[in-house]
């Protein structure tokens, strides 16, 4: 399906050999120049724009498409962004916190099964994305920010949060889902997550100098 870039993370018993006993001569090379991380985060670093499959749907899996609707919506973005599908282990798919790292979410629907096996669900979207490819009308999308940049600003915005009491320190994930959603929706770019970063520094900062304000007048107090 012309897709070249595989990425593994923290693979089990993983056999050079043997993979590529499994795989047909023309795809030796996509093996061979396969990418391995210890942790999806790591994985996911350069990306601007994620895509995470899942066959169970819920509180925290709302926005769902097909591969045929997500494939359009791709091919675009892809232009001028690093774009990753994300499949989760054979046996449990992606989890909770798998699914927090992702813009979107693909769903393959099914009729007797609510899943597909991984190899399959990787031919399907695979299939969607070189279809969708072919003679698509190409819309300007410009470069988004990278997973990276954006895990900065979203570690960065529930520290303060928490700080100034905004959210539950003892459950602060759950809360920051909805901040997720509402900045993955924006499709943020660099320049503007660096300016929320700024925003959060500012508010530390004054949040500091409140509460060292107010230790120096109750010492003057006590002084007097």
Partial sequence: MGLQRLVVVNPENYNLEKILTLSTHEA???????????????ALSGCQYVVGTTARLGKQR????????????????????????VFGPEDKGL????????????????????SVNLAQAVMIVCY????????????????????????????????????ISYINSENP????????RFFTRMQLRAKEVSLIRGICRQVDWYAEKRYRDGLSEQRAMRDE
Avoid: W
Avoid at 30 to 37: D, E, P, R, S
Avoid at 132 to 158: C, T
Avoid at 173 to 180: K, P, T
């Fill in 173 to 180: 994930d759950y809360f920051m889902n909805n901040f997720r």
């Fill in 28 to 42: 030796a090379h996509v093996v061979h120049q396969a990418l391995q991380f210890d942790s999806l985060p790591e």
């Fill in 128 to 163: 969607a994305l070189q279809t969708a490819g072919l003679d698509a009308p190409l819309p300007f999308v410009p470069r988004l920010a990278s997973r990276h940049e954006l895990d900065g600003m979203y570690a960065q915005l529930k520290d303060m949060l928490v700080r």
């Fill in 62 to 85: 709302q926005v769902i498409r097909t591969p045929e609707e997500l494939a359009a919506h791709l091919i675009p973005i892809s232009r001028k962004n690093s774009v990753a599908v």
């Fill in 95 to 114: 989890s909770n916190e798998d699914v927090r790292y992702c813009h979107a979410l693909l769903n393959i629907p099914t009729a007797a099964f609510a």
